[in-house]
C-alpha cells in the first residue's frame, strides 16, 4: 500500500524560512509601535473552555468555533437518545468542554477578570497569537490566523479611541501600506434601530447591515425581511445605508436623523470628540465615517473600527471597538475596554501582492565562512564568535564540500557576503571578503571586515 501524501487542513498554511523573515518584518513592526505608546505583552491558551466562549460572538460566530473533543472516552458520559437521534448540538456540548480561540479579545477579557488582584488599571496590552475559525476558505481568509491585538482596558477616556486611530496609522505607515480608517459608533447603531422602531432587533439589523459592502444592499433587504423586519422599517433604514458626504455632512445628517434618540445622538458626541483628539496628532491616514459599519460582534458598545488597505482588494485588514459589559459576563462589572486587531495574515498577503517587504532583511546571515577542511574550520571557528559579538549574523559551512555548492547554498539562502580562509589568509591573518552581489574580493583584517559589514 502506497504511503498517502502529506498535506495540512484547508485553510492554514505552512511558512517557510523566506516567508517567516517577511512574518517576523510584520510581528516586529507592529509590537514596535505597541512598546512605543506603552503597551505591554501577555499570551493565553489556545484553547478555552466553551462556557468562555460561547455566547460571545453571535448565533453566527459560534457555528464557527472549533471544539475540541474531551479527553478519554468522551462518548461515555453523552445521553443515548442524543446519540440516537443524532442532534450534533447537543451531542456536542456533551462531548466538548473546550474550544480553541476565536479571537484574542474574549480570552484577554476573562484573563483580566482572573487575575484582576495582579495587574493595574488602566492595564494597556498587546498580544500576538493564532485564532481559529471554522470558516470557509478563500482570499484573505484562513481556518488558522495571527491576530495582533492592542487594548485599553479600566478606562472610559475617549483619548484611548484617538490613540489607537494614531497606533493604526503609524502601523501602516511604517509598513508603506496606504489604509482608509473607518468608523462608526454602536450607539448610532442603537439610535437607528430606536428611530425606526426595531430598538429589539438591534443585533439582527447590525449583522445584516455588516454585510453591506459583501452583498449590497438588495441582499441586505432580503436578510432584514427574513429576520422580520417590515417594509417600512426598511424603508427608514434604506437612506443611512445610502448616504454618501463628507464627514461633517454626515455627522449632520445623523443629527437630524437621530434627534429624537438620546443614545443616537450620546454616540455623535463620542464620534465628534474622538474626531476632536485625532485632528491633533497628525494622521496621516484618512479617517471616513461609514454609516453601515456595524461590526457584527456582539460585545461592542460604543466605538467600532475598521480598515481597509487602498491599493488591493482583501478586506478588512484591522478593526475593532469599544466594549463596556465583557468582563461583566465574567463577574467584573462596570470595567470599559477598547482595543483594534490587525490581521497579520492579510497584512502578509497585502505586502506580497504590492511586493512591498522590504530587502536585506536582518533575520538572515549576512555572512557565509567557507569550508576548506579542518585546519580552516577550527581557525574560523575561534574568529566567528566575534563577527557575532559585533552583531553581524554569520555561520560556517558545516562541510568541507566543493566551491560550487557552498556558493550555491550562500546564494540561494540570500547571503551577501561570503569569507574565504585559507593557508595564506591564516598565514597573514586577514579574511577575503566576497560581495556575493558584484563579484568583487579584497582582503582585510577581521576588525576591517567587522566593522565594513556593521
Known amino acids: 500500500m502506497a504511503a498517502s501524501k502529506p498535506a495540512i487542513p484547508k485553510g492554514t498554511r505552512d511558512f517557510g524560512p523566506d516567508d517567516m523573515v517577511k512574518r517576523n518584518y510584520i510581528f516586529e513592526t507592529i509590537k514596535k509601535v505597541f512598546r512605543n505608546y506603552g503597551f505591554l505583552s501577555i499570551e493565553t ?13 453571535g448565533d453566527e460566530g459560534d457555528k464557527l468555533l472549533f471544539r475540541v473533543l474531551n479527553s478519554g472516552d468522551f462518548l ?14 447537543a451531542l456536542s456540548s456533551q462531548i466538548c468542554d473546550r474550544g480553541l480561540k476565536y479571537d484574542l479579545t474574549v480570552p484577554f477579557a476573562r484573563f483580566v477578570v ?54 493604526i496609522d503609524k502601523v501602516f ?42 452583498i449590497g444592499m438588495e441582499k441586505v433587504k432580503e436578510e432584514l425581511l427574513s429576520k422580520g423586519f417590515s417594509q417600512k422599517t426598511i424603508e427608514k433604514v434604506e437612506p443611512i445605508l445610502i448616504f454618501e458626504g463628507s464627514f461633517e455632512e454626515k455627522l449632520n445628517f445623523l443629527k437630524k436623523y437621530l434627534s429624537t434618540s438620546a443614545i443616537g445622538l450620546n454616540g455623535i458626541e463620542e464620534i465628534m470628540k474622538v474626531g476632536e483628539y485625532s485632528s491633533k496628532m497628525k494622521i496621516k491616514s484618512e479617517i471616513e465615517l461609514d454609516l453601515s459599519l456595524a461590526r457584527g460582534l456582539n460585545y461592542y458598545t460604543g466605538a467600532i473600527i475598521e480598515v481597509k488597505a487602498l491599493e488591493t482588494e482583501i478586506g478588512s485588514i484591522c478593526g475593532g471597538g469599544r466594549y463596556d459589559d465583557l468582563t461583566g459576563i465574567f463577574g467584573l462589572p462596570d470595567v470599559s475596554g477598547v482595543g483594534v486587531s490587525f490581521g497579520a495574515d492579510r497584512i502578509f498577503d497585502v505586502l506580497q501582492e504590492l511586493n512591498r517587504f522590504p530587502e536585506g532583511e536582518n533575520a ?34 558545516p562541510d568541507s564540500a566543493k566551491m560550487k555548492k557552498q556558493m550555491t547554498y550562500a546564494d540561494a539562502n540570500k547571503i551577501p557576503y561570503v569569507a574565504l580562509i585559507g593557508e595564506e589568509e591564516m598565514k597573514n591573518e586577514l579574511i577575503t571578503l566576497k560581495d556575493m552581489k558584484t563579484g568583487e574580493q579584497v582582503s582585510a583584517t577581521l576588525d576591517a571586515i567587522i566593522k565594513k559589514l556593521s
Open 173 to 214: 505607515e511604517q509598513l508603506s501600506i496606504k489604509v482608509l480608517i473607518k468608523i462608526n459608533n454602536r450607539k448610532v447603531l442603537a439610535g437607528i434601530a430606536e428611530v425606526t422602531g426595531s430598538g429589539d432587533q438591534l443585533t439582527d439589523l447590525t449583522v445584516a447591515i455588516d454585510k453591506l459592502d459583501k
Open 45 to 57: 491558551p489556545a484553547m478555552e473552555n466553551l462556557d468562555t466562549l460561547l455566547g460571545k460572538y
Open 114 to 167: 482572573q487575575h484582576r488582584n495582579d495587574i493595574q488599571f488602566p492595564f494597556k496590552r498587546y498580544q500576538i497569537q493564532p485564532v481559529w475559525r471554522a470558516d470557509r476558505p478563500q482570499k484573505g481568509r484562513y481556518r488558522e490566523f495571527y491576530q495582533c491585538d492592542v487594548d485599553v482596558i479600566g478606562s472610559n477616556s475617549l483619548l484611548n479611541e484617538a490613540e489607537l486611530l494614531s497606533i
Open 364 to 397: 538572515r546571515a549576512k555572512l557565509m565562512f567557507v569550508n576548506f577542511g579542518e585546519v580552516e574550520a577550527n581557525y574560523i571557528l575561534g574568529i566567528i564568535g566575534n563577527i557575532r559579538d559585533a552583531g553581524i549574523n554569520a555561520e560556517l559551512y
Open 76 to 89: 461515555s458520559k453523552s445521553d443515548t437518545k442524543v446519540l440516537s437521534e443524532k442532534n450534533s448540538a
